[in-house]
């Protein structure tokens, strides 16, 4: 039997309905989900608006000391480290294309402009040709490499760093510079040193960006004046380049230290070619010290008991004092009117002077409360008030104590930050308090100190006439490891070897414990290959010294009765003195058979007073004798000294700038001998040949001269 179905209906609208919803919940999750996304993004933003991150902070202050900043607001504004380091004197610029390259250094050895061969370099060196077109000082300037401006070689011994591209980060020496054809700048650099066995090729290098840093220390001085601005061929090479007051005085740009006041794209960034650039002696001096060219640097004296023993960093007491107090007529102290004016103080001053800032600091909030109701009641008579103040910016005491040892080292300074809210809603400025020692002239514990003085073989008493006996004084001074380290640690013994776990230093295994194993540290072997096995006993040749060296520090030294030198001989069994030396030790790079002391051991010493000291390293804390605080101002683990010159030649390459009328702050010895020559009608093409005849190589290099070389003119003109 047939029966009829019932027709269903509604089965259209139920699929509709569950679209529906479907479409709805969509909707609503997607509500969702952007609302909290905008949340999110609504409490990042007011994080970083309102929220406290002192660790950001910190790091952002960090960077602007060791690079600068562009922040006009910032104290630290040309004071950096790395500028006081390098100078303004860098430039970048873009490598030429990878196919450019690889034919300088693929083809058969090509001439330069003047016949000069580039020889090729067997992968030791590799030749970096330069899009002459791009390149850019280190203010944005554009400039070309030409002969007669960048001697050959201008800027061999620095640095070269890839900027852009794949191998962004790499960073190697430049070692030659000279001219292709076509005046094509070429710099020669050591070749790159592989990082996991991995180098850059020249596809990596094609088109690559490059910066290329200053001659590290060659520079005269912020301020430094080469020649008149109005009469360019006299000269002057003095630190005396003016600024304009608004009053129409003019004053030395030096003596001002504080640029926050100066107008960017103005006077302090004029560019290095401009005769009245701040920066056209470079701040690049070749000496540390706590003056107005080394702003970033601080002083702590060893013993210091109060503020008057302590220079802050970005504080110059004797500076202010300079600016503050003048001799009158009658040879009375009076306040110079300069000083009244607010605007000046800003100049010499980096600690914040606004009315209503004190920085927690007593003694400032009484000066400068005093002050300010003075200028109220009395607006033409306020020098005492203003006398105070002024004493406090030159004899403290300062705002915050940076080591611990209660005695306040440091001041506040505004690095530029924008105003935060804190959680509470109350708005504040960051400011920050820098303490920036120098390491230098202090005791090194990993270079200083002698540790052969424990080893049992030793010579013993010094044999006297007639075999008598005495104990005169070891060591003749030959190197760092005679200057002593018992007045800094009760255990000089646990000191002095703890550095070196096998006993002695250098590699263990190849030198043992017995001195006269003839066979040493291979580092040692050339390091010493010039220095005689036993001087006295004439194993191995007398080599290149006239005078025992003593490298171990075991010999005495006095005179016979003719005033003529004695020195006590080594026994004869120790047939190799040069092994076992405190002088192994490689204090550049670390190894498993030596231990030196780290820096983080040495921040446990700097900052033991901290929170958290107790999670560094105790090494070398518990092996100092810090019940005297003045042994932590006297110890460091580091000590660096670039193999640089270290000076400036100012009266003679002013002299030659004058001569070549040009702009240019030369930098160098190369620098000068070359624009001697070219004034002497040696062509640009001669000058890579005249200069290796006449400049030692390692002068080329940019390097010192070695006084150890062989001295003359490669002929016995001696008679």
């Not at 005695?407 to 809603?425: A, F, K």
């Not at 060296?549 to 030294?557: K, Q, T, Y």
């Not at 004695?566 to 550049?588: F, K, M, T």
């Not at 390097?703 to 008679?719: A, C, E, H, V, Y």
């Amino acid at each position: 039997m047939l029966r009829k179905h019932k027709r269903r209906r509604g089965v259209v609208i139920l699929v509709v309905l569950s679209l529906l919803v479907l479409f709805t919940l969509l909707m609503a999750t997607y509500v969702i989900v952007s609302g909290q996304f905008r949340r999110a993004a609504e409490a990042f933003a007011r994080e970083e608006l309102l929220g406290v991150q002192p660790q950001k902070d910190l790091d952002r202050a960090m960077y602007q000391l060791l690079r600068d900043t562009n922040q006009r607001t910032s104290a630290v504004r040309f004071h950096s480290l790395l500028r006081d380091y390098y100078g303004e004197d860098g430039f970048r610029g873009r490598l030429r294309s990878a196919s450019d390259l690889r034919d300088w250094n693929t083809d058969p050895d090509f001439e330069s402009a003047g016949g000069f061969a580039f020889p090729r370099s067997g992968r030791q060196f590799r030749d970096l040709a330069v899009d002459n077109t791009s390149l850019r000082d280190l203010f944005g300037d554009s400039f070309v490499l030409q002969p007669t401006v960048h001697p050959s070689g201008f800027c061999v011994g620095r640095v070269l760093t890839i900027t852009s591209g794949p191998a962004r980060g790499w960073s190697t020496t430049i070692v030659g510079f000279l001219y292709s054809p076509g005046e094509v700048p070429v710099i020669r650099v050591l070749d790159f040193r592989p990082d996991q066995g991995v180098e850059p090729s020249w596809d990596d290098l094609g088109n690559a960006e490059f910066i290329v840093n200053g001659r590290p220390f060659s520079g005269a001085g912020v301020g430094f004046r080469i020649v008149d601005d109005l009469a360019a061929t006299v000269q002057v090479a003095k630190l005396d380049a003016p600024v304009n007051l608004p009053n129409g005085m003019q004053v030395p740009a030096a003596l001002l230290p504080h640029h926050i006041v100066r107008d960017e794209g103005g006077f302090a960034l004029a560019p290095l070619s401009s005769p009245n650039s701040l920066f056209q002696g470079g701040s690049n001096e070749p000496y540390d010290a706590v003056d107005y060219q080394n702003m970033f640097l601080g002083m702590v004296l060893p013993n210091a008991t109060s503020s008057l023993d302590i220079i802050p960093s970005l504080h110059r007491p004797a500076l202010i004092n300079h600016w503050a107090y003048e001799l009158d007529g009658g040879g009375n102290l009076q306040i110079r009117d300069l000083i009244r004016d607010p605007d000046f103080r800003r100049m010499v001053i980096m600690r914040p002077m606004g009315p209503n800032f004190d920085g927690s600091n007593p003694e400032f909030a009484m000066a400068w409360g005093a002050y300010q109701q003075a200028l109220i009641d009395s607006p033409g008579d306020y020098d005492d008030q203003l006398n105070a103040v002024l004493r406090r910016y030159i004899n403290g005491p300062w705002d915050v104590d940076n080591d611990g040892d209660g005695i306040p080292d440091s001041i506040w300074v505004d690095l530029g930050m924008p105003i935060q809210t804190s959680p509470d809603g109350r708005k504040y400025k960051p400011l920050f308090a820098i303490l920036c020692v120098d390491l230098d002239g202090r005791l090194n514990v990993n270079a200083h100190g002698n540790p052969t003085r424990f080893f049992g073989n030793r010579p013993g008493p010094t044999v006297l006439a007639a075999g008598n006996t005495g104990n005169y004084p070891k060591g003749m001074g030959y190197g760092t490891p005679e200057i002593a380290l018992g007045s800094v640690t009760g255990n000089l013994q646990q000191l002095l070897l703890g550095r070196h776990p096998n006993g002695v230093p250098g590699a263990a295994g190849s030198d043992g414990l017995v001195a006269n194993d003839p066979a040493f540290d291979l580092l040692a072997r050339i390091k010493f290959f010039e220095e005689p096995q036993n001087y006295f006993s004439g194993v191995g040749g007398l080599s290149s010294y006239f005078t025992p060296p003593d490298l171990r520090g075991e010999l005495a030294f006095g005179l016979d009765v003719f005033g003529r030198p004695v020195w006590e001989p080594i026994p004869p069994v120790l047939v190799e003195s040069r092994a076992d030396s405190p002088y192994e030790i490689n204090l550049l790079e670390q190894n498993a058979h030596d231990r030196p002391f780290t820096a983080a051991e040495l921040e446990a010493v700097l900052r033991r007073y901290d929170i958290d000291a107790a999670q560094l390293p105790r090494r070398l804390r518990d092996l100092l004798n810090l019940t005297d605080l003045e042994n932590t101002r006297l110890v460091t683990t580091h000590s660096f000294d670039p193999p640089v010159p270290g000076t400036t030649l100012i009266s003679d390459l002013a002299d030659q700038q004058v001569a070549l009328d040009t702009n240019t702050n030369l930098r160098s010895v190369r620098e000068l001998i070359s624009a001697r020559l070219r004034q002497n009608g040696v062509a640009d093409a001669e000058m890579p040949r005249m200069l290796r005849h006449l400049v030692p190589a390692e002068v080329l290099m940019g390097q010192r001269l070695d006084i150890n070389r062989p001295l003359g003119d490669g002929r016995d003109t001696s008679g």
